[in-house]
């Protein structure tokens, strides 16, 4: 199965800040990559796809970038309602892996 | 709207079985891939299984092949997901999650129905 690895695991950053989440894949995923987002009792929501695709409705400050094995999630300048736990999942094979996650917390 | 509703979690005994369903509803339910994907308590996201538009192929993860078996009735629009042999380790939130495409990523989420495997 391919593995995926997020970093950083926790994210300590402050309302304006501009952050950045890498995942990287066992193997190559070519542009088989997604980003979602995690509050607590709630449901993943899908933020980005193929690896830069932002989905609708989803606010601009978020983007996605990178192929093969190494990609990276940014959030242009950090808002309140973006402090939640972000996943990177794979889709390239028949065994959709996720990333172990990354917990974005105020500092 | 288009909306995921699961259901037919509870608390089974070790060794137990248990069916969760989920009912799609507000779109083309047998134009889209299905998923099951499970949170325990305080972790992160696994995949459990992904069935195709038309019932095959359907594919598992290592940790419940053979023990879990996902299924579809497009006719009543809901996704099945028949849970045997089960572990306390499956205790955890289970999602059904829609793709637009086979190769998709998953758009749209219920809201989890609760696994309790404990004696």
């Known amino acids: 199965d391919i593995q995926m690895t997020q970093s950083p695991s926790t994210l300590s950053a402050s309302v304006g800040d501009r952050v950045t989440i890498t995942c990287r894949a066992s193997?190559?995923?070519?542009?088989?990559l997604a980003w979602y987002q995690q509050k607590p009792g709630k449901a993943p929501k899908l933020l980005i796809y193929?690896?830069?695709t932002l989905e609708i409705g989803v606010p601009s400050r978020f983007s996605g970038s990178g192929s093969g094995t190494e990609f990276t999630l940014t959030i242009g300048s950090l808002q309140p309602d973006d402090f939640a736990t972000y996943y990177c999942?794979?889709?390239?094979?028949?065994?959709?892996?996720f990333g172990q996650g990354t917990k974005v917390e105020i500092k | 709207e288009s909306l995921l509703v699961e259901s037919g979690g509870g608390l089974v005994q070790p060794g137990g079985s248990l069916r969760l369903s989920c009912e799609a509803s507000g779109f083309t339910f047998s134009a889209y891939s299905m998923n099951w994907v499970r949170q325990a308590p305080g972790k992160g996201l696994e995949w459990v299984s992904y069935?195709?538009?038309?019932?095959?192929?359907?594919y598992y993860a290592d940790s419940v092949k053979g023990r879990c078996t996902i299924s579809r009735d497009n006719a009543k629009n809901s996704l099945f997901l028949q849970m045997s042999s089960l572990r306390v380790e499956d205790t955890a939130i289970y999602y059904c999650?829609?793709?637009?495409?086979?190769?998709?990523?998953?758009?749209?989420w219920g809201q989890g129905t609760m696994v309790i495997v404990s004696s």
């Open positions: 999942q794979q889709y390239s094979s028949n065994s959709k892996t």
């Open positions: 069935i195709s538009g038309s019932g095959s192929p359907m």
């Open positions: 193997q190559s995923i070519s542009f088989w």
């Open positions: 999650a829609s793709a637009r495409a086979a190769r998709g990523a998953f758009e749209l």
């Open positions: 193929k690896a830069s």
